[in-house]
């Protein structure tokens, strides 16, 4: 090889050291590298000192890796015998013999990760990214029920189709089994009615009739003729009597049913009788014994004749108050169906306790029949009920019963006047006007008007065989609207019908589940089988603030128990941010049903939930389960009367407002406290009602993915205005403890930049950590939920010059996955505080120090990797994350310039979290703290739900991250954007119509 010297380093006419790396030392001369070294460092032409650049290989990066294979961009290897792509270009990914294949076309948009084959935006809906396999994107399970799996896992997310089990659905059932438990396999229903056991194994016994018997063994429709025992293995005493071709004796006990045949006696007719008299006459003690039955007989039958006249004398007065009392149904329900008694008309509560004793009758209106009256019942006196005083005391029912006896004493009255109730129904074009101007003062006011107590007779709960099944003092189903649960000793239960929109009994309103009031569960589960439930509502955490709230009444997911002779079976469980959706199967005699429960967990710990928005979507959710049979929805929280109220309320007062246009709140909680006392417990929930009634009856429905084409055609500009000037104008659901702490965070003018958004407390990130005695724990930033994953992110402000190192304190407590900067440094001024360092240099802030690696580039976005040591901790741990810098949006408009960069970049960042800390959350930092961090959210938020659940809510998307961030979405332009990015979203991705097609449009 012929090469000069490069005279400016050489020794007379010889190089004895080249000057740099870029250059190599040859018969002392300094020859250049090849540029297609790395970094243009080599040792020698056939050695290159850091591999080669991207698209050649060989050990002096001679060769193109397009040469053998031109859809390879980056390849390893010596020569091409051992040549392996390891990024290809875009579209394609290397397979494991290292060769370039097209990216599957069951990754969303047919994009994949061109170095792992990993679809960059997902799996299509019914395929899953299978490890195992050379290639993304494997089918569901056939057995999953409609083909859907989770795309990371494979796991059916709604269970199996009957005949399978295990996570994945592909495990058959053993023979002879045509439904089994999800994780074990144990068999819940045979395939004939004459197998049972775990794996339906053995044969019913042919005693049974129709050889037919349950899973155990024990028969079902009891024994055929001369047999008894749960096994029907008992044959009937011999000397039983036969009456034509009826069995002989008592399928349960085998005692005789016909007396005894020949002479003998005894229940099993197993004693002889002693013969006393001579054949031909008749015992004194047989003509006695005769004489005393016939008297015996008159006498019985006189008094149950006297008993039933008096009783029906009695029941012409009142309601009777034997256990087995019946509930009549009327087959045409009014607007509010009520029972109410008749009683004397036109009177008001004295000023006098009505805790302690009614002493006057109030009138409740029924909008069916205005005319009805109600007479108030007697409590029973406590003091005299030495059960009852082991139950327990309600906080929020014994808030209220204080609220009621001072409202009392300083002479109130309550809403008893027909006429005027029938002046409080509103139409909703005037419910915003009352929602933005009134205070809590008048919800207060207004709440109090309405009776509150035990307002009808509840003697079955006082029972003693029944009172250690109530929980809470003063909360008891009437007699008249109580549930039935058939088959145990006592048919009580605390739970309680309620009337609907125009349908009798729609809901069940009950206790949360305890093992103290309910044992093994089996009352609940026998009532749910006997109502035909199919959808169960839970409006509470097990525990809350320490406090037991709620037991867990079901199996866990994939296991089965059995309650009450019912067998339940968990088949699929699914966590969400603010709900969980847990799906079960039924067995009982063979038969099978599905039950859905919907599990709110985002009900906080104080009066209501932070927005009604988290309600609204939740209350979907619950319309969505499917429902066949035509039952009641059961309904709890703890005491089954606030929390349940005020959910059945929102139902029913929505339904109202969509038929009527105008609603009647006080009427409807007043209705409800008719079926169950104290139904909507707090002014605060009272108020509550309000805002969501008000927001569900505006554009919150969801739209179907494959509808929002059609959505979006037909919806007008002054259409998108007008919904984008809604969630403008409608207040944050907030607590007087937040407005106060706005106000005091606004004085941290040395954290907050020109025009930040001002957080409260309640959601705001606190600092701990390296924090010193006395000062201050603000930084602005807040927590956002994603749609499945509770506080998800953290929306912060970008950092000032003097808050980098409370940024930096934030990242490591978070153990922050990722950083999402929406101020990257080409459009940085001198305001911003800098907490990136140059390429391999180390920057110290405080007690971190800051290294980053070199920047990599596309279309859209800076990508590095950022790693921060943390030199006060004793073990100098580092945090490593990965910063991504968007740079496809110019800082003069308010929107990104394409929905669909926007949306790659989004897919970025969740599978940068996905691959590494996904429990972990993402920072997302911009200068006000809310505009851009708000964008990426709500976007965010709506392509995972369109995925996930193939429907979306653009406006109930902002309003939950304006609840959060008040300054989200601050203009029309974002508002249209949100919409333009699920657009693009549904242009480019297929998405099932069979699975969504079912789902209502807008």
Not at 735 to 747: F, G, H, I, Q, R
Not at 857 to 862: D, G, L, S, T
């Amino acid at each position: 090889m012929a090469c000069t010297c490069v005279n400016s380093i050489c020794q007379s006419s010889v190089c004895n050291t080249c000057k740099n790396a870029s250059y190599y030392l040859e018969d002392k001369s300094c020859c250049p590298c090849s540029n297609t070294c790395k970094y243009s460092s080599c040792s020698s032409p056939a050695h290159c000192t850091h591999g080669c650049k991207l698209g050649y290989y060989g050990t002096g990066c001679q060769f193109r890796c397009t040469d053998n294979d031109p859809q390879c961009g980056e390849c390893n290897g010596l020569n091409s015998t051992d040549l392996k792509c390891v990024h290809c270009i875009d579209g394609y990914y290397p397979n494991l013999g290292g060769l370039c294949k097209t990216c599957s076309n069951n990754c969303i948009n047919t994009k994949c990760i061109n170095s792992t084959g990993e679809c960059e935006y997902g799996c299509l809906d019914g395929f899953w990214n299978n490890p195992q396999l050379d290639g993304p994107c494997s089918p569901c399970s056939k057995s999953c029920i409609l083909g859907k799996c989770n795309t990371s896992t494979g796991h059916c997310t709604q269970g199996c189709q009957n005949g399978f089990w295990n996570l994945t659905c592909e495990s058959k059932c053993t023979h002879n089994c045509s439904i089994c438990e999800r994780i074990s396999g144990k068999c819940l229903v045979c395939s004939s009615t004459g197998l049972f056991g775990n794996e339906c194994s053995m044969t019913c016994s042919d005693k049974c009739v129709n050889a037919s018997c349950h899973m155990n063994g024990t028969c079902t429709h009891g024994c055929i003729s001369d047999f008894f025992g749960p096994f029907c293995e008992k044959a009937c005493p011999t000397n039983c009597a036969r009456k034509d071709f009826d069995t002989r004796c008592s399928n349960e006990t085998g005692n005789c049913l016909y007396g005894c045949s020949g002479e003998f006696t005894g229940v099993d007719c197993m004693e002889a009788l002693k013969q006393e008299s001579s054949e031909g006459t008749v015992p004194t003690v047989a003509i006695g014994g005769g004489v005393a039955a016939a008297v015996i007989v008159v006498v019985v039958t006189a008094i149950a004749v006297f008993i039933y006249l008096r009783r029906r004398r009695r029941q012409q007065k009142h309601d009777g108050v034997q256990e087995t009392q019946t509930y009549v149904e009327s087959p045409s329900a009014p607007v509010y169906a009520s029972v109410v008694r008749s009683g004397r008309t036109g009177s008001v509560y004295e000023n006098t306790s009505s805790i302690k004793i009614h002493t006057a009758p109030i009138m409740v209106r029924n909008p069916a029949n205005c005319n009805s009256n109600m007479q108030p019942r007697m409590p029973i006196d406590w003091s005299s009920k030495a059960d009852e005083e082991t139950l327990e005391i309600d906080e929020w029912d014994n808030i209220a019963r204080q609220n009621a006896i001072r409202f009392e004493e300083n002479g109130g009255v309550y809403y008893n006047n027909d006429d005027k109730m029938k002046n409080l129904k509103m139409p909703i074009t005037e419910l915003i006007k009352l929602v933005s101007s009134k205070t809590m003062d008048y919800y207060e006011a207004e709440f109090k008007k309405l009776p509150y107590g035990l307002l009808k007779d509840y003697k079955v709960s006082q029972m003693t065989v029944n009172i250690t099944k109530n929980r809470y003092k003063g909360i008891y189903p009437y007699d008249d609207h109580r549930v039935k649960v058939l088959g145990d000793h006592t048919d009580y239960i605390n739970a309680s019908f309620i009337d609907g929109y125009k349908r009798r009994n729609e809901y069940i309103a009950t206790l949360g589940p305890m093992s103290k009031q309910l044992g093994d569960f089996g009352a609940f589960w026998k009532m749910v089988w006997q109502q035909d439930v199919e959808k169960i509502v839970m409006l509470t955490n097990l525990v809350e603030e320490g406090k037991d709230k709620c037991e867990q009444y079901w199996p866990d997911f994939g296991n089965s128990q059995m309650y009450g002779g019912i067998r339940v079976a968990c088949q699929s469980e699914d966590e969400y941010a603010e709900f969980t959706r847990r799906s079960f199967t039924l067995v009982k005699d063979r038969r099978t049903r599905t039950l859905t429960q919907l599990h709110f967990t985002a009900w906080p710990d104080k009066d209501v939930p932070e927005d009604v928005t988290s309600i609204i979507e939740f209350r979907q959710y619950v319309m969505r389960a499917q429902a066949t049979l035509g039952g009641p929805i059961i309904m709890h929280c703890s005491a089954g009367v606030g929390r349940t109220g005020t959910y059945i309320a929102i139902d029913i007062l929505t339904k109202e407002g969509e038929a009527e246009g105008a609603i009647d709140i006080p009427g409807c909680v007043q209705n409800m406290r008719q079926n169950r006392p104290n139904m909507v417990q707090t002014a605060g929930q009272y108020k509550y009602l309000h805002h969501a009634v008000y927001a569900l009856t505006n554009d919150v429905h969801p739209v179907a993915g494959t509808k929002f084409q059609a959505h979006m055609d037909t919806t007008s500009k002054d259409k998108i205005f007008n919904m984008f000037q809604h969630v403008q104008d409608i207040k944050t659901y907030g607590s007087l403890d937040e407005s106060e702490a706005v106000e005091k965070n606004t004085k941290c003018a040395d954290k907050n930049g020109d025009g930040a958004d001002i957080p409260g407390d309640e959601y705001r990130l606190r600092l701990h950590l390296n924090r010193r005695p006395g000062s201050s724990d603000y930084i602005n930033a807040v927590f956002v939920s994603s749609f499945k994953t509770k506080n998800k992110y953290v929306i912060a402000q970008t950092p000032l010059p003097n808050t980098v190192i409370d940024f930096i304190t934030m990242l490591v407590q978070t153990e922050c996955s990722c950083i999402v900067d929406f101020e990257p440094s080409t459009m940085r001024n001198g305001n911003i505080g800098e907490y990136l360092p140059a390429d391999n240099q180390v920057l110290k802030i405080g007690v971190f120090n800051v290294r980053c690696s070199r920047p990599e580039a596309n279309a859209y976005r800076i990508k590095r990797t950022m790693t921060i040591e943390h030199r006060a901790n004793q073990t100098n741990a580092e945090l490593s994350l990965t910063h991504l810098g968007f740079t496809n949006w110019d800082m003069e408009e308010p929107v990104p310039k394409s929905p669909f960069d926007y949306r790659r970049f989004i897919a970025e960042v969740d599978a940068v979290t996905a691959s590494t800390n996904s429990d972990k959350p993402v920072v997302l930092h911009c200068w006000d703290g809310a505009s851009k961090c708000g964008l990426f959210c709500v976007v965010a938020n709506l392509l995972q739900k369109m995925a996930l659940e193939h429907e979306v809510s653009v406006v109930n998307a902002v309003r939950t991250v304006k609840t959060r961030r008040k300054g989200a979405i601050p203009n029309l332009e974002q508002f249209q954007f949100c919409h333009d990015c699920v657009l693009d979203y549904v242009q480019n991705v297929n998405i099932y119509a069979n699975v969504a097609a079912d789902l209502s449009d807008c």
